[in-house]
């Protein structure tokens, strides 16, 4: 089969080769991957670290079983699937609430597996869900990171309500561009953030952002709108280079979340700041089992878009990093197509 492999870290050392087809054991699939969405999270993958080594990237994919190993049940041949990406025991304290996010035995598919920058991959059954009708398999190949991290944020982590004004940061993000969606979808008042609104407005405008601003004129719009106290909710998985500016904006009594730190994550945080003001720093990984499948059912009732930029062959794996981090008019996925 076709893979993206590393044999060391380094983005200098992808290659797009043949390799073996992996083959399911005992409580696995093998699923003919047909979209992959690229994060910065292979990104760093690739960077870093990645198990097993040779290692095949990829943390969010969607595509159709090929074949199930001994003792799997209520899967079929043929059948549509998108891959929760976190893997879990299912037995520890926090699998045992709800929380597969924080599974002690838990890692990423495509971190400390290989993941879906191929043909073919092999994951555990438990982590396959049933695409729902109404919802495609490109569309599908958006939710494990993009959708999920930014739902378990606005909604498990900052227990947002209706009427809150809340500023998204890295609006046209694979994250941001589902905050954006969700934080509306809850009622509140959202802000848009992105240092290239002028191409990218329309796009944030169809995913029902209030405002659209450049990050130099968030602060402005943020007290005009609040009456100078700030906002409700602020949410940032840019890190380092926005934090300072990002905290500020935070009202009081207000949250401030991050599920990603793209610029770096060392910060100094001004104590006295953060209890006169009595603001709670939040943090939030990936999300749950049962977020997903709600997001799933809310993208087939049409409620949310699934913003894709670009589609391309595996061959472009490297055009395609480029196009993440760089393309000036990007507003959500890009996504490569192994088959
Ligand atoms: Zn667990």
Redesign the pocket.
Known sequence: MRAVVLDKPGMDNIRVVNVEAPRPGPNEVLIKVRFAGVNPVDYFTINRSGKPMPHIPGAEFSGVIEEFGPNVRGVNVGDEVVVYNRL?????????IG??E?????GLIGVVTNGGFAEYAVVPAINVIRVPRGVSLNEAATLPVGALTAWHMVFDRTGMRAGELVVVLGATGNVGSYAVQFAKLAGATVIAVSRKTVRVKDALMELSADYIVTPEEVQSLVSELSNGLGADLVVDAIGQATWGPSFQLVARHGRWVTAGALTGGDVTLSLSSLYSREVTVIGSTGGTRAGFTKILDILSGRRIKAPIYSKMNLDKVKEAFDAVFKAEDRVGKVLLTPT
């Open positions: 879990f025991d299912g037995s520890c304290s926090y699998c045992l929380h597969e924080l599974c002690v035995n838990g």
